[in-house]
Nanobody, 128 residues
């Protein structure tokens, strides 16, 4: 069974930093673009950042300059380093196989010929 497991979320104060981790289970993440998606309370899930197989990245306007996405294919892991956090960054963060385009990240929901369900995500809460 293929899945993606998120971790690293916690509560922080405005201006703080966090690094989220996304581990691919059951498939080699090096063959896939991976994206981070955020769902704030009462809102739809949105693409925050994504990274392609060859290292191209995309950041939404709200996080550009503060967040950095990276990948360690030897560890089957993609990271999202978040600096200068703001209350509007609060939400549950999910990772998923993704397309990476100049216009944004597109969730693919598949890997290794199988459908990947959305995981439980990891909660980030930024207090003012």
């Amino acid at each position: 069974q293929v899945q993606l497991v998120e971790s690293g979320g916690t509560s922080v104060q405005t201006g703080g930093s966090l690094t989220l981790s996304c581990v691919a289970v059951g498939f080699d993440s090096e063959n896939y673009g991976i994206g981070w998606f955020r769902r704030a309370s009462g809102e739809e899930r949105e693409g925050v950042s994504c990274i392609s197989v060859d290292g191209r990245t995309f950041y939404s306007a709200s996080v550009r300059g503060r967040f950095t996405i990276s990948r360690d294919d030897a560890k089957n892991t993609v990271y999202l380093t978040m600096n200068n956090l703001k209350p509007q960054d609060t939400g549950r963060y999910y990772c998923m196989t993704s397309t990476t385009r100049s216009s944004g990240c597109g969730a693919r929901l598949v890997a290794a010929g199988q459908n990947i369900p959305w995981g439980q995500g990891t909660q980030v809460t930024v207090s003012s």
